[in-house]
């Protein structure tokens, strides 16, 4: 029984979990079946094949590990490097914090790059160490390529071309958990070694996958990194695909069938038309904050994300009071700013199977929310900014034409 019930659906707009489609729920409620039948491997077959399509790679090996996103960082790092060995790391905010805290638990030497939460990674003093660094002592390069507590987004072009102009042999490993699949994300143009997602995300499947893509030399620096690993071990997975089988132990059958039915989704919009949509819901939500009269968390523009908006409240108001009016009265679930941002900020999730009109619904609701809590804010104003741009941006459907 839910004992939260409410009228009419909850209108969830943090930056993940996100809403599943019913297309996704209906290819998961279906009955468990045997893994080891020939039905499961020919399924994941088809899922390993399609996964690299959203990370723009055709030589990455994916791993579909029935874990969250954490689970996936472990995953990368561990099959990928030695303990004691040295690698760079950005910290921009409360996700890129926790991969370090991993990363210093794991027992890896980390060069912490700190940031103001909400600006990007700073990667004029990563060029330093890099041309510093002749004997190669680096060994990865790790950078969240959206820090979903602030609506950051990182240049990765930038860091490939920053290891390429020195010809360092680092390795690239992104955490994609709130980009990949609705921002633009070039595994093999820009160099990526590894790179991860989680399901709940942008693909708006139930929390429990954690996707890592391992390029060829993430997968050679496998074969000696020296890290214990059980569960993540790539090796495993590696034996598997050998034997066509797949699985080295059981998976979750019915988020399989949902990742299936997301895959498709993805591929009848057009990968590109999902990241231009992601784009207008992005830009229609930060014209909405500037017609409060509200600042945007990301500093500059070139940081900007359209996947999460983190926006600045006044002083006087504490935002995390926003977030629990939304979901008491409103029913509206937005996200609440966290460590150096709690009560500064709140965050509005625009990333997954959403469009236009439903991020309208949050926005007026955001308006009502802020009246509440004594912030002077024009009903109607941020809406008429939103669908201003929304009415000469939004293209037909194209099943519909």
């Not at 290819?27 to 893994?35: I, P, T």
């Not at 390429?164 to 699949?181: E, F, N, T």
């Not at 669908?387 to 194209?398: D, E, M, V």
């Amino acid at each position: 029984m839910d004992y939260f019930n409410a009228p009419g659906r909850n209108h969830l707009f943090v930056p993940g979990p996100v809403n599943i489609p019913d297309q996704i729920i209906r290819a998961m409620n279906r009955n468990n079946e045997d893994y080891r039948s020939p039905a499961i491997p020919a399924l994941t077959k088809t899922l390993l094949e399609d996964v690299k399509k959203i990370f723009k790679t055709t030589t990455g090996t994916p791993f579909l590990i029935p874990t969250t996103g954490t689970g996936a960082w472990e995953s990368a790092l561990t099959n990928t490097l030695s303990p004691g060995d040295r690698i760079v790391s950005f910290l921009i905010g409360q996700f890129s914090l926790l991969w370090i805290d991993q990363q210093q638990r794991l027992n890896f030497n980390v060069d912490v790059v700190e940031s103001e939460w909400g600006q990007g990674a700073k990667l004029d003093v990563l060029e330093t160490k890099i041309a510093s660094d002749t004997a190669h002592t680096i060994k990865a390069i790790c950078i969240v390529h959206n820090e979903t507590a602030t609506g950051v987004t990182n240049n990765l072009a930038k860091v490939r071309q920053i290891l390429d102009s020195y010809r360092h042999p680092a390795l690239l490993i992104v955490d994609g958990v709130s980009s990949i699949c609705a921002l633009d994300f070039r595994m093999d143009e820009w160099g990526v070694d590894v790179a991860i997602t989680g399901s709940q995300k942008a693909l708006s499947l139930p929390t429990g996958i954690g996707i890592v893509v391992a390029g060829p030399r993430a997968i050679e620096a496998s074969k000696t990194a020296k890290s214990l690993r059980v569960f993540f071990d790539w090796k495993d997975y590696l034996k598997f695909y050998q034997l066509g089988t797949y699985w080295p132990y059981t998976p979750s059958i019915h988020l399989l069938y949902g990742l299936r039915a997301a895959l498709d989704l993805v591929f009848e919009e057009g990968l590109e038309n999902v990241i231009a949509r992601h784009n207008r819901l992005g830009t229609a939500t930060r014209l909405a904050v500037e017609a409060w009269g509200l600042k945007n968390c990301t500093q500059k523009e070139e940081w900007h994300s359209d996947t999460v908006t983190a926006v600045v409240v006044p002083s006087y108001i504490d935002s995390a009071e926003i977030v629990r009016r939304a979901w008491k009265r409103y029913n509206l679930s937005l996200g609440l700013g966290l460590n150096k941002v709690a009560g500064k900020v709140f965050r509005i999730g625009h990333l997954g199977y959403l469009n236009e009109l439903q991020l309208l619904g949050c926005l007026a609701g955001v308006e009502m929310i802020l009246q509440d809590v004594g912030y002077p804010v024009k009903l109607g104003s941020g809406v008429a900014a939103a669908s201003a741009y929304f009415k000469n941006t939004i293209p037909l459907i194209p099943s519909r034409i």
